[in-house]
């Protein structure tokens, strides 16, 4: 194994442990020598001390690993959180991954569909483009799980284990969590789970002689659209042929008509490569499938989440909430360190009754300082946008008195903008606390709090000094 660099792209905002987490994951696979120190993620600057949009891990040392890079890439649909190349230089987007990670703080006590389901599906469409890579569901759980699993999770666990994805950040009693070994004790597994509520349409399977029926609702909001019970009956049909069932796959009760059928959509994509059809309905032939990612260069998280990293490895501030866009929403860190989950409504009942102002608006980071005793709330936004991040500033009366001011009341609250995006070099509106343009330039606001200067500050001495 000659020594190379270890290339991590991701969607997401990288986070220390599920770094530490990747790299010990490579060390043991190719039986490495390796240590793991405090791990830090950095962003690096050029010689015109502007940031060159890519992230190096230090705090692992091995002899067959140069450096370490991260880099912001988006997937064109149902992109899993993590692709890791092993090889000198930048990836090219036709380059195959040793690994396809799925990163998920959701478990089976929070929903048993998004935790499951959803997070499957993303694993069958990359089957799409990496058939024979490694792929693993990682649990960076951060609440206290449920004693005893559900069906529903032992079910798609299962599901995904037949088909080769390894389970890692969850001990599983080998004895219940174990590939399924034929297609009738699949069927027979499923159809004993407990039904759902009447009204709704139960996943059932129902066997003939050369063909399957699988009953499931995919139809939501106008369309094809039903995103846990398209994970739920694209993992199914997916194990089911894996065990090698060569026979018709139907889906019956889908609620669709034809002309919710787009050629681009990523379940037609994925009934088109494992020949799933829906009852009473043509499929059509999906339309070819381009790349599996890109590069970012336009989305306003790169803004927000160089902010969250470099505010983490160059000060003492943390977050302590964060909902970069696009990206899993994190939990609110309360003041005695524990996370918890936020309320999306202040009345739920009178929202979904039609009063939209019962909505509770969240920023898209919010960090502590806890130098100066101060909390502060982001709005990010590409910096055409800038305006709209201001007037946003003003929807953040109820997550302060909910949440800030219950577990923070000691410490006063800043309200900002982080913006990403033109090619300014400098900003006039007071709001702006910080602008990341679009060749790099770190642009700091006439107002700008004191954590961010301190950041950029030790950032700059650390590639300069």
């Given amino acids: 194994m000659r020594k190379s660099n270890l290339w991590i792209l991701t969607e997401e905002r990288p986070k220390r442990k599920v770094i530490a987490y990747i790299l010990y994951k490579f060390a043991k696979d190719n039986k490495i020598a390796c240590f793991i120190d405090t791990i830090r993620i950095l ?12 992230y190096e891990v230090i705090g692992f040392k091995s002899n067959k690993i140069n450096r370490i890079f991260i880099k912001i890439v988006s997937g064109y649909s149902s992109f899993v959180d993590f692709l890791v190349f092993y090889q000198k230089d930048l990836p090219q987007e036709n380059a195959t991954p040793l690994y396809a990670i799925e990163e998920t703080k959701t478990g089976d006590k929070e929903s048993r569909n998004t935790g499951v389901y959803q997070r499957a599906s993303k694993f069958v469409y990359l089957n799409y483009y990496y058939p024979d890579i490694k792929k693993i569901m990682l649990y960076n759980l951060q609440i206290p799980q449920k004693k005893d699993p559900t069906k529903t999770y032992i079910f798609g ?6 088909l080769g994805v390894e389970i890692l950040g969850k001990k599983l009693d080998p004895s219940v969590f174990k590939p399924f070994s034929s297609v009738e004790e699949l069927i027979r597994f499923k159809n004993n789970m407990k039904k759902p509520p009447r009204g709704n349409i139960p996943i ?37 042929r894996r065990l090698g069932w060569k026979g018709r796959i139907v889906i ?70 964060e909902n970069h866009a696009g990206c899993e929403r994190g939990y609110f860190i309360t003041s005695n360190g524990k996370p918890i989950p936020l309320e999306k409504y202040s009345d739920r009942d009178a929202y979904k009754n039609g009063d939209k102002s019962k909505i509770i608006n969240i920023p898209d980071l919010i960090l502590i300082d806890f130098d100066r005793s101060e909390i502060i709330n982001i709005e990010g936004k590409k910096y055409q946008f800038r305006k709209k991040a201001i007037e946003e500033l003003k929807n953040y009366d109820e ?27 400098k900003v006039v509106e007071i709001e702006v606390g910080f602008l990341l343009n679009k060749f790099g330039g770190l642009v700091l606001g006439i107002k700008a709090p004191t954590l961010f200067k301190e950041a950029l500050k030790n950032l700059i001495d650390f590639w300069f000094a």
């Fill in 43 to 54: 962003p690096i600057l050029n010689s015109d001390r502007h940031f060159s949009f890519l």
């Fill in 399 to 425: 997550i302060e008195k909910r949440y800030i001011k219950k577990y923070y009341s000691s410490y006063k609250i800043i309200r900002t903008v982080v913006l990403y995006g033109g090619t300014a070099t």
């Fill in 204 to 240: 059932l399977i129902k066997k003939g002689k050369d063909v399957i029926y699988i009953s499931g609702r995919l139809y939501k909001k106008g369309g094809l659209s039903h995103d846990p019970n398209i994970g739920a009956l694209t993992l199914i049909s997916a194990t089911l």
């Fill in 157 to 162: 666990t299962r599901c995904l284990l037949t």
């Fill in 252 to 321: 019956t009760n889908h609620g669709l008509r034809q002309e919710h059928l787009k050629p681009s959509n990523k379940f037609i994509r994925i009934a088109n490569r494992y020949n799933i059809e829906l009852m009473g309905l043509t499929m059509p032939r999906a339309k070819e499938a381009g790349a599996y990612w890109k590069y970012e260069n336009k989305k306003e998280k790169l803004g927000t989440i160089f902010v969250h990293l470099v505010v983490e490895n160059f000060t003492n501030g943390k977050s302590i909430f």
